[in-house]
């Protein structure tokens, strides 16, 4: 069995030992991706997605392919994955009532639980832990705000929301772990 073209853009042979069989069922109990295996790969959702168009990697219909096919570690590692600006047009679009957006939210949710994130979104995670913000403020910007005469920002909790992602288990999920750790885990985990 030949692969799909994968979201890094390169083509080979797919292994036995790649394939989860018991994937596309997973995901098809998942609230919203129930009609997911009535993807028919007639590329709508990637002609018409505004990343796509701007990306060489990111495609959705081969991520729902992949997916489909069982090819899970591969659908959780791609860092393309994370390019999805959530938009919903794929969703809109799809002519077999699949929800694309909803898919490669689940798959990136699927990614974090698994450990694997990439950098840029654990430093984000980890601002919002600490300040709240996504961003961190830096202090010359809050004083420019003060000599402009614009208001304080406002101010969160961040123990609060601490508290909120404790209970999501939100820490565990942005420890880092390669991806070689990562792959190794859940080779084991399908074993
Ligand atoms: S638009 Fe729908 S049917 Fe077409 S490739 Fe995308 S998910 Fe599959
Ligand atoms: S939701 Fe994501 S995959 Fe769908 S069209 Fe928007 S950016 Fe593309």
Redesign the pocket.
Known sequence: MTQPMSPQGKERPIKASEIDPNFKYELQKIHGLENFLHCFQCGT?TS?????RFSDN?R?RTLIHMAQLGLKNQVLTSDTLW?????????DRCPQNVD??KA?QVFCNLAAENGYMPQLFRDQAQNLIETSYIYKIPEVRIKKRETQGLPPLPKNNPNTIKKLLKNIKFFKHIQQQTPQQLLGENKNASQ
């Open positions: 959702c018409d997605c505004p990343v796509a990111y959705p390019l999805c600006a959530a938009c919903f047009t794929c969703t694309v957006a490669i």
